[in-house]
């Protein structure tokens, strides 16, 4: 009788494949039949940034790979549950996890394959190439307007919660983009940029009244996209006029933007957060349900996203009003809603997410935490919220601190004193990679 082939198994993420998954594939044939464990893009999703292929296009390239008996998902980052349900006789891993977070992995994997008597096997790891590393060099190379467009939905498919923050200038947006802070194993980072009205209006001087228009805007983000790779949710104000939108539409949707946000207000557009809001005034709702229909029959792509932005609590109307709204976007084909508020809490907005809730189970909702900023992202997921955007913060971080500069300047008559304020000039040359 002919002896059963060992199984050996190995979990990838491979959105990068390269040599090092060779070599591991190679020594893994020598034990027995290989069962590729691919992560899954909602599995990642939770640790670190949202792979560039999706989990199908990933699949395709490893089924593909010579030795490869089988490509199998890991729903978990951890691999001890899939070790427990294939029951292999090996696992091949390269020797990178024995610090860090990684620890924690390894240590479950080797507890799992005790249990079930299955091996470890470490194979060096192949020198001089990481995944990460790979990933971060390609990010630019690897992003098109259409994967850029589409991000925005993968990712709300992959995470129940995204956190998304202004940028008016690539500058801030890189700074954004790069950002990273690691907390208990996890990877925690911007998911994407919102293109705030206010902010492109104030870096450059002007009112946000719409008076700065799209195209103009839209050259800004074009700037950005070329030096970062993370989607983009656009502040379309109000949208405009009715019978201009179908063609903004398209314009904004080609461009890699991944969701436009209109606001359902006419006239001369104001910006939410003045103390004042008496002079603002709210779009009816058939009118600004048309719009969206006018935009949602105007797209090309089924990964543009128009979502609605509800004003009621702005300008001083009730939750029911609110609602009704919601109701009317939704039907007119909105594909989200950002529910907007200038109270010093989040009581209005958390009351509306209940009650949107218990009808609409998917629907995205934002919530923009401008005035009341103590609430934390945990208690706006908790309440419902898919997606929180920090609206403004990056540029007003930039006026203290180049207002402070100015005046010490004036001040000490020299720029000694506020050296020490500043970004050395080795490190400004160095940030952008290819200065010379
Ligand atoms: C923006 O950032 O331009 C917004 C949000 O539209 S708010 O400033 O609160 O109106
Ligand atoms: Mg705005």
Not at 329 to 345: L, Q, R
Not at 393 to 403: F, G, I, V
Request: glycine share 6%; with cysteine.
């Amino acid at each position: 009788m002919k002896k059963k082939k060992k199984t050996v198994y190995i979990a990838l993420a491979a959105d990068t494949i390269h040599h090092g998954h060779i070599t591991l594939i190679e020594k893994g044939k020598k034990y027995g039949d290989i069962v590729i464990g691919l992560i899954t893009d909602k599995a990642i999703a939770e640790h670190k940034r949202i792979p560039y292929l999706n989990y199908e296009q990933r699949k395709k390239i490893l089924s593909n790979l010579k030795g490869v008996t089988k490509v199998i998902p890991q729903k978990e980052y951890d691999y001890s549950v899939n070790i427990f349900k294939l029951k292999p006789d090996y696992m091949i891993h390269g020797d990178d996890w024995k610090k860090g977070y990684d620890k924690t992995l390894r240590n479950n994997a080797i507890k799992a394959l005790k249990a079930c008597k299955g091996k470890l096997v470490e194979i060096p790891y192949t020198k001089g190439i990481s995944s990460d590393a790979l990933t971060k060099s390609q990010n630019l190379n690897l992003v098109t307007s259409d994967t850029r467009r589409g991000m925005l939905q993968r990712l709300l498919r992959a995470k129940n919660f995204l956190r998304f923050i202004e940028a008016h200038s690539p500058l801030s947006a890189l700074i954004s983009e790069n950002a990273l802070v690691k907390k208990n194993g996890r990877h925690i980072f911007f998911d994407g940029f919102w293109s705030s009205s206010l902010t492109d209006s104030t870096s450059m001087g002007k009112p946000d009244n719409e008076y700065v228009d799209n195209s103009l805007r839209l050259t800004g983000i074009n700037h950005i996209f070329d030096v970062t790779s993370k989607p983009l949710i656009f502040d379309g104000d109000t949208g405009g006029k009715k019978e201009h939108f179908d063609m903004k539409i398209k314009t904004i949707e080609r461009s890699g933007v991944s969701a436009i946000i209109i606001e359902d207000k006419t006239g001369l557009k104001k910006n939410s957060l003045l103390q004042n809001t008496k002079n603002q005034q709210q779009e009816n709702i058939k009118s600004f349900s048309e719009k969206i229909s006018i935009g949602k029959k105007a797209q090309l792509s089924s990964d543009f996203m128009i979502i609605a932005r509800i004003e009621s609590f702005i300008l001083g109307k009730k939750i029911n009003d609110a609602m009704t709204r919601a109701h009317a976007y939704i039907k007119a084909g909105a594909d989200g809603i950002m529910i907007h508020s200038k109270s010093k809490n989040p009581n209005e907005i958390f009351s509306f997410a209940r009650k949107f809730r218990k009808i609409y189970k998917n629907v995205p909702l934002i919530g923009v935490p401008s005035t009341y900023n103590q609430v934390t992202e945990k208690e706006l997921e908790k309440n419902g919220f898919n997606i929180v955007i920090y609206a403004n913060q990056m540029l007003r971080a930039s006026y203290p601190a180049m207002m402070n500069v100015a005046m010490k300047i004036l001040k000490n008559g020299r720029a000694k004193e506020v050296e020490k304020d500043l970004f050395s000039i080795k490190n400004i040359l160095n940030l952008i990679p290819g200065t010379k």
